[in-house]
């Protein structure tokens, strides 16, 4: 097209025998024309980059009227963050978010505040949970001159708004399901200003792993409990994370993760269910997200969890089988010959654990009906409770069980699917 149309210019400007002219005109068009087009794009690009920077500032330095600000939440807040010597800064309108929330959220909550003068310095850090920090205290009560210990779970730097939210949530929930003898009871809270504070009863000695794995050893007693465990004692234990699951199917929940890391033994052999976390998300949400679900180790998950499928509290009655295993084994990792990952093949394929030499063939039918692939032909926690009541009659109460082997924890991680860190706590019982 460019070719043809040129003739009649260069006619027009140059004589048809003006070669140079003729060579000067299409180096004109050549060279300029691109050179244009290049320029113009160049600049094209950088208004577009410009804008876009300038959109990303304005993005950082957002809120408000009065220019830009970024400044600590309140005095707890802008502490530096342990070790790291950043503040921990939260942004301005965060901030006013957080103190509104907190003064309409505070008074329905009114019968459980305590006073904070009350609690003494904290003493133990016990774990890193997922919604703040657990510590072991002091309280003091009006009623008793000797303090009494309790446990604290602390919010001390969140994120943002939606921590505190998840926070106060929690407590409500503790208030929404009441009290349980084998739920772990909240005593109180404090939750007029930050850090926000949760007192939970403190269940010594502690989680019923460690129990387990103590129970290896030539421990004699501590905090009063022996560390026998027979087979009857096995249906005790058995028979209250039972009636917690109970309690909390009669109010069309379930706990989601229930492992013996994750049960509280006192020295009386009462026992208590602790991280109900996912209880409730299936409270406020209606379900457990897949993020929660990954978090989960898969050796406790029923196949239809691994597959990603509803949960339910006969999701629960499958775990509460491989909590039998983990009793009668004295703590051993489930499937030890499976890698976790590979979990969900071996069901698939049909299989599941076999009869540890030291359980009973009437522990290990109830085991076996926990572990129906099907969801329904699994029994309901109230149904299995009367299973476990009906063989606790015939039980041994007398023969002590017994593992030589220690227990390795950083080997029990790595073959148990879960994290190490999630059993700092047990490092510090053993
Ligand atoms: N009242 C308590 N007494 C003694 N130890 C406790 C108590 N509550 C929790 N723990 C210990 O702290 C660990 C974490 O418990 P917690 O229920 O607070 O978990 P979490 O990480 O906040 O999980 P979730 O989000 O499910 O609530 C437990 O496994 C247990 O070892």
């Known amino acids: 097209m460019g070719e043809k149309g040129h ?16 060579v000067r005109e299409q180096q004109y068009e050549v060279i300029i024309v691109p050179a ?6 160049l600049i094209l690009l950088a208004i577009i980059l410009w804008l876009f920077i300038r959109g990303q500032r304005s993005q950082r330095q957002r809120p408000g009227p009065k220019g830009t600000a970024s400044v600590p939440a309140s005095r707890d807040l802008s502490q530096e963050a342990a070790g790291q010597g950043e503040k921990v800064l939260l942004p301005l309108k965060e901030t006013s978010s957080v103190e509104s929330f907190l003064r309409a959220a505070t008074p329905p909550l009114a019968k459980l505040q305590l006073p904070r003068e009350q609690l003494s310095d904290v003493l133990e850090k016990i774990y890193d949970g997922s919604c703040g920090t657990l510590y072991h205290a002091m309280m003091n009560t009006r009623d008793d001159p000797k303090p009494k210990s309790v446990v604290l779970k602390v919010l001390e730097e969140p994120t943002g708004l939606q921590e505190v939210q ?22 109180g809270c404090c939750t007029e200003r930050m850090p926000l504070y949760m007192v939970l009863e403190d269940v010594v000695p502690g989680d019923l792993l460690s129990f387990l794995w103590t129970c290896r050893r030539d421990v004699m007693t501590t905090y009063g409990l022996l560390y026998d465990l027979t087979e009857k004692q096995i249906y005790h234990i058995g028979k209250q ?10 109010k069309n929940l379930f706990h989601g993760d229930v492992a013996a890391r994750n ?5 009386d052999l009462t026992v208590k269910l602790c991280r109900l976390g996912l209880a409730y998300e299936v409270h406020t949400q209606g379900a457990i997200s897949s993020a929660r679900t990954s978090a989960v180790p898969l050796k406790w998950l029923a196949p239809e969890r691994l597959l990603l499928r509803p ?48 359980c009973t063939h009437a522990m290990y039918n109830i085991m076996k009906c926990c572990w129906h692939w099907s969801e329904n032909r699994r029994p309901l926690p109230g149904e299995l409770r009367l299973r476990l009541e009906a063989a606790s009659r015939s039980a041994n109460d007398q023969a002590v069980l017994q593992v030589p082997e220690l227990v ?18 047990s490092y510090t019982v053993l």
């Open 311 to 358: 949960a339910s509290i006969r999701g629960d009655v499958w775990s509460f089988g491989v909590l039998l295993y983990e009793m009668v084994t004295l703590g051993a990792p489930p499937y030890p010959e499976i890698p976790p990952t590979s979990i969900l093949q071996y069901l698939q394929r049909g299989k599941i654990m076999k009869r540890p030499s030291s």
């Open 7 to 22: 003739p009649s210019r260069v006619l027009l400007e140059c004589s048809l025998s003006d070669k140079l002219c003729v």
């Open 241 to 250: 994370v039972l009636l917690a699951l109970e309690f909390l199917q009669n």
């Open 408 to 425: 390795v924890p950083e080997l029990y991680a790595d073959v148990a699917g879960i994290s190490a860190e999630s059993l700092s706590y």
């Open 36 to 41: 244009l087009l290049v320029g113009g794009f």
């Open 263 to 267: 049960i509280l033994i006192q020295s």
């Open 166 to 187: 998840d926070f106060i949530g929690r407590i409500q929930f503790y208030q929404y399901l009441g009290k349980h003898r084998n739920l772990v009871q909240l005593e």
